[in-house]
Each structure stands twice: as structure tokens, then as C-alpha cells.
């Protein structure tokens, strides 16, 4: 899978499509993604969820088990 991303990004492609990122793809997020925009993306969420119920590990953000 690494070599398939890897070329895809390298032809400028991206790594996701129309339904989003799962979880096999969030590890090369930042390859295809510049960091502000994973910013953006993770403020979304925080505002969206602001428990961080919903794919509470997405971005490497731990859910809080005291909620």
C-alpha cells in the first residue's frame, strides 16, 4: 500500500476519495496533505465533537474516558 500512495502522490493524485480518509489511509495523511490543512481539518472536528466521540483516534487525538 505504501508504494501505491507513494506513486500516487508523486503523479499528484491524493489518497482519499468522496468518502473521506478511513483509518488504513490516516498514516499517510501527511504526505498528501500539508500540515495546515490537517489543522483545519482537526478544528472542524473539535468544534463538530467536541467530546471527541466520533473516531475519537482519527487524528491521534486520545478521547477523554472521564466524559
Known amino acids: 500500500m505504501d508504494e501505491i500512495f ?4 508523486r503523479l499528484g493524485g491524493v489518497i482519499s476519495g468522496e468518502h473521506g480518509t478511513g ?3 490516516q498514516r499517510y ?5 500539508e500540515p495546515a490543512v490537517i489543522n483545519v481539518m482537526k478544528n ?3 468544534i463538530m465533537d467536541p467530546n471527541n466521540i466520533m473516531n475519537p483516534d482519527y487524528f491521534g487525538q486520545q478521547r477523554d474516558t472521564n466524559v
Open 6 to 9: 507513494s506513486c500516487a502522490i
Open 23 to 25: 483509518l488504513e489511509k
Open 29 to 33: 495523511l501527511k504526505r498528501g496533505i
Open 44 to 46: 472542524i472536528k473539535t
